[in-house]
């Protein structure tokens, strides 16, 4: 799932609490998940709201921290995030910063994400 949240932090919330209700009722628990894109949450709330959906943060479970991504020439705001559910295992890839901070305001998340096997 790719997701671009609203900057109002009232609208956040809602998106978010819908994103979570889809994906708990929608989504097979034991289903490789991948739920990525610009979450504009610079209060690092979303990882709460998302609980229950049993949603990790690659970067912020790697690390400890989301990672720094906006603006992308000089990334101080942590607003990207790539989450993760249902997979074998992931690690965050680390890009250069070109040519990525010249084609977006956002600096690009990567991760490399393994799936469970098939039975």
């Known amino acids: ?3 671009h949240l609203g900057l109002s932090e009232a609208h956040r919330r809602q998106q978010l609490a819908r ?9 097979p628990a034991d289903a490789p998940l991948v739920v990525a894109g610009d979450f504009n949450d610079w209060r690092s ?13 690659v970067f ?11 603006p992308a020439r000089l990334p101080l705001l942590r607003l990207d995030r ?6 074998a295992a992931y690690r965050p890839l680390p890009l250069p910063h070109r ?13 490399e994400i393994e799936l469970p096997e098939s039975p």
């Open 19 to 27: 994103l979570c209700e889809t994906v708990c009722r929608e989504v």
């Open 99 to 111: 040519p990525w901070a010249q084609l977006s305001d956002h600096a690009p998340l990567a991760a």
């Open 60 to 70: 912020c479970h790697t690390h400890g921290q989301h990672a720094r991504t906006y």
């Open 45 to 57: 709330r979303a990882d709460a709201i998302l609980g229950p959906s049993g949603l990790q943060e």
């Open 82 to 87: 790539i989450y993760v559910r249902g997979v």
């Open 1 to 3: 799932m790719c997701v």
